[in-house]
């Protein structure tokens, strides 16, 4: 027997307006959203009426959990010097910018030595240690085999000194910290853990920074090769970007694969922030593939403002420069 039309009102359990309409087939389903204003547990109803008057009546149960906050992610590498006071210049952007702080390693000139990260990082950066998740870099390691110095210096936030890698929660975003000055090749001890961490911490969003970079325009270094197993690992889980330095200037990627391929859908952005204000500027040579922002000559730090599923990031420049970059993107 066909009681067609039907007419339908979806009551979302929050006293906002029901959404209500009718059909006439049974074949296809009845679908309806809404977006709720306050988390919590709702009862949603749905009631049925034919033509002639009867109803019946569906309920569900929903859980609405709360947005995660948008936090903010700022930093760079090569970052202060016992010579210069262009640290002093980008810890003053620091000051007034709330937020996480990332290193990407190279944070002291001339060398790593603790002395030179109490006398000379410890008055700019190093008034924001509380909140610094630093990485290291080649200079780590000038005065000990094992950087000893750079982890009594920063202690517990730089995670296992046996390793100088480790991973954190921010935000909806699951942030992965790297050592691109020991193996990354392919069964390594590292790329094994970057794995098993990534598989460990499922979250959309996934941001890793190390310190040398796989992708570089820069004439003095360039791109790391060895660090492609690392990007493998990530490009795998489905990583949004990586941040790196060693090259003191500042470059920016589309999307790409592992072997530096532009991929829209599914590829990772890289940013070289070598820029902390610690030494002198590197050069560019003939832009590589992919490269879609290049500033040299002006220290900044990159800030990246990471919501759930989102991004946006801006290089700021220091006081009495204007070069900078901004722009957003989505997680896969």
């Not at 952007?93 to 030595?113: E, H, K, Q, R």
């Not at 952005?269 to 922002?293: L, Q």
């Amino acid at each position: 027997m066909n009681d067609a039309p039907w007419s339908y009102a979806f009551d979302w359990g929050d006293g906002s307006t029901q959404t209500a309409g009718s059909t006439t087939s049974q074949a296809t389903p009845l679908t309806a959203t809404h977006t709720y204003q306050t988390a919590g547990t709702y009862s949603v109803q749905v009631t049925v009426t034919d033509r002639d008057g009867a109803s019946g009546v569906g309920a569900k149960s929903v859980t609405v959990s709360p947005a995660a906050a948008t936090v903010t992610l700022v930093g760079a590498g090569t970052v202060a010097s016992c010579s210069s006071s262009g640290d002093e210049a980008t810890a003053a952007i620091l000051d007034a910018t709330p937020g996480t702080v990332f290193t990407l390693g190279d944070n002291v000139y001339p060398s790593g030595s603790l002395a030179n990260y109490q006398n000379c990082y410890n008055p700019s950066w190093g008034r924001h240690k509380v909140r610094t998740a630093p990485a290291l870099g080649n200079h780590e390691y000038d005065t000990s085999p094992t950087a000893a110095d750079y982890f009594s210096y920063f202690g517990a936030a730089a995670g296992d000194p046996t390793k100088g890698y480790y991973s954190y929660d921010l935000g909806a975003w699951h942030i992965v910290a790297l050592n691109s000055d020991v193996s990354m090749s392919a069964g390594s001890p590292q790329e094994q853990w970057l794995r098993a961490d990534l598989a460990a911490h499922p979250q959309r969003c996934t941001l890793a920074y190390w310190h040398h970079p796989r992708f570089s325009s820069g004439s003095t270094h360039g791109s790391m090769a060895q660090a492609q197993p690392l990007w493998q690992a990530l490009y795998d889980a489905g990583a949004e970007i990586v941040l790196s330095g060693h090259e003191h200037n500042y470059e920016r990627f589309a999307p790409q694969t592992p072997g530096g391929a532009l991929d829209l859908a599914r590829g990772i952005r890289e940013f070289v922030v070598g820029t902390g204000g610690g030494s002198g500027a590197y050069p560019f040579g003939t832009p590589i593939a992919n490269s879609e922002v290049r500033i040299t000559g002006v220290n900044g730090v990159l800030k990246l403002t990471l919501g759930d599923g989102s991004y946006s990031w801006q290089f700021i420049p220091v006081a009495g420069q204007t070069a900078t970059d901004s722009g957003s993107g989505t997680c896969h």
